[in-house]
């Protein structure tokens, strides 16, 4: 049975970090990409950052690049994204999606097949 389990959020200040973790299981990184979108209440879910199935490339969203690094590990079968320079408008519950692609990855909602529960992620004072 194929399932992503998101932990790692929290509350934290404006200007810190959080590191996010998706654990995936029935399935094989080699073969998926795998996203982290998020969502703010009333807003629409966001792309936040993908990795492709080969690991070998990632695609982020304009509003974290430069802050947000994603990555995985494939022994753990666990992907990362490390969330630095934390701003409010950050704030959101934080999925992890896999999607099969051909070639790079995109933050598209609809072309994600499995998603996790998410994750809540609060950045305030």
């Known amino acids: 049975q194929l399932q992503l389990v998101e932990s790692g959020g929290g509350l934290v200040q404006p200007g810190g970090s959080l590191r996010l973790s998706c654990a995936t299981s029935?399935?094989?990184?080699?073969?998926?990409?795998i996203a982290w979108f998020r969502q703010a209440p009333g807003k629409e879910r966001e792309g936040v950052s993908c990795i492709s199935d080969s690991g070998g490339s990632t695609n982020y969203g304009d509003s974290v690049k430069g802050r947000f690094t994603i990555s995985r590990d494939i022994f753990k079968k666990t992907v990362y994204l490390q969330m630095n320079s934390l701003k409010p408008e950050d704030t959101g519950v934080y999925y992890c999606?896999?999607?099969?692609?051909?070639?790079?990855?995109?933050?598209?909602?609809?072309?994600?097949?499995?998603w996790g529960q998410g994750t809540q992620v609060t950045v305030s004072s």
């Open positions: 029935g399935l094989t990184l080699d073969y998926y990409a």
């Open positions: 999606a896999a999607g099969f692609f051909e070639r790079l990855c995109q933050l598209i909602v609809g072309e994600y097949d499995y």
